[in-house]
């Protein structure tokens, strides 16, 4: 799964357009535990 050997998993660009309406948190609940994060507008990510 984590070939690239990714940290987190940030989704973006969902919900801009209604080709690509998306649900972030059912997206994030997919991958391993901690292994994604929804932000929203003001959040920070530290890694």
Same mark, same amino acid.
């Given at each position: 799964?984590?070939? *690239?050997? *990714? +940290? +987190?998993?940030? =989704?973006?660009?969902?919900?801009?357009?209604?080709?690509? /309406?998306q649900?972030? +948190?059912?997206?994030?609940?997919? *991958?391993?535990?901690?292994?994604?994060?929804?932000?929203? =507008?003001?959040? /920070?990510l530290?890694l």
């Open positions: 799964m984590n070939g *690239l050997r *990714l +940290k +987190k998993v940030v =989704p973006v660009h969902y919900n801009t357009f209604p080709v690509i /309406e649900d972030p +948190k059912a997206f994030v609940d997919s *991958l391993p535990s901690g292994m994604g994060q929804v932000m929203n =507008p003001g959040d /920070e530290t």
